[in-house]
């Protein structure tokens, strides 16, 4: 490690990438290595961080490379890697086109980081999450997936827009898959310790349910080419923190489940304690009939693809 300091690697320079790779500079907490196939491309967005690092009063290094060798000793590495979505695109649009890209990032990973906790990002993220554990063979607990922490954030926003409240003061659990078929649990969701239930009716908290599940797609549609970045890499970012400082933070990723929930051998959204190791606790919430079928539909929409698509 470059003067003795820890290391974060982003794999990806794209709008998440990039924007994972400026958060964690504003954090001061470690060297950032940004890597992607377009070494130019990489250099050049280090590059113009790096001349920020004056005005953020930044002293770790921020490098651009195509070269896997550069990540090796890296402590966490996020992955952004992959095609992002287009309108009228669904996540598992892109499947097929991004589980190739997660193998060729897998294998430099395994030769040049073997040690390092996988933070996923790339979608369809609970299937690439399976995909990059399974090409890696890293230990489950090592290779997160990027799922409740955003679509969490999305949710709080849409509450504290309604209520006309501090967002740092709404705690929302968002379970499930990554996509349109995620969990929102209003139950657990609160604002200042109060269940949202109290504060809230159902109608209006299912249409905020209903907002945030769609919350990536709605993005994706207004900017007409290209898909969100601010949230999903600051998002990433704090999971990246969390690991590296071993903050130990409660927050809801897409885990690998063996047994919890009633399901098993799948990564699916649920609560959990991120600290030094990946993953170090999951929990297994009291669940209602509809909440479980919900959470176990959408861990079987998932697996299906896994065995048709990917072949698992």
Known sequence: MANGRRKIAVI???NVGATCAFVLAQMKIADIVLLDIYEGFAKGKALDMSQNSNILNYNGTITGTAD???IANSEVIVVTSGFPRQPGMSREDLIGKNADIVKQVGTGIREHAPDAVIIMITNPLDLMTYHMQQVTGFPTERVIGQ????????MAHF??????CAEEDVS?????????TMVPLPRYTTVGG?????LMSEETIAAISERTAKGGGEIVKLLERGSAFYAPGSAAA????????DRKRVIPASCHLSGEYGLENIYIGVPCIIGANGVEKIFELDLT????ESLQGSAHFYKSQLVDILGY
């Open 238 to 245: 704090i999971m990246a923190e969390s690991v590296l400082n």
């Open 289 to 292: 009939d509809s909440e479980l």
């Open 12 to 14: 990806g320079a794209g």
């Open 172 to 180: 929302p659990m968002v379970l499930g898959g990554h996509g349109d």
């Open 147 to 154: 799922a409740g922490v955003l679509d969490s954030a999305r």
């Open 194 to 198: 109060i269940p949202i239930t109290q």
């Open 68 to 70: 896997y060798a550069d």
């Open 159 to 164: 509450i504290a827009l309604e209520l006309g």
